[in-house]
């Protein structure tokens, strides 16, 4: 698992202690691997989720940093979602 999976796993956990998210999504960063969130928490993984979103390590620090709003970034083509777009809104007011 690279560094940066890593570190987003322990942001992801830190930003969602207290949330609820009532189903599965998964972050795909481009060349490090994927972050599976669900009810059982926050892990590295590549398994089947509700979601996939999909951005590359820059866009996606950006978005857990607060520095970029996910809308904008899948608007503007820097993330990608395939699958229950509910389920991505969801995740984007949780992590806000």
Known sequence: MS???TAA???????????AFD???KFMI????????????VR???EETDVTLTADAETFQSILE???N???????????VDG??????KLGSVLA
Request: aromatic share 2%; net charge negative.
């Open 44 to 46: 590295a993984s590549d």
């Open 23 to 25: 189903g599965s999504a």
């Open 66 to 68: 607060g520095d970029t």
């Open 30 to 41: 481009e060349g490090e691997g994927g972050i599976v969130i669900d009810a059982d928490g």
């Open 70 to 80: 996910p809308t904008a970034a899948f608007m503007t083509g820097k993330l990608s």
């Open 9 to 19: 796993v322990a942001a992801l956990t830190e930003k969602l202690t207290g949330a």
């Open 84 to 89: 229950d777009m509910g389920m991505a809104m």
């Open 3 to 5: 560094d940066i999976v």
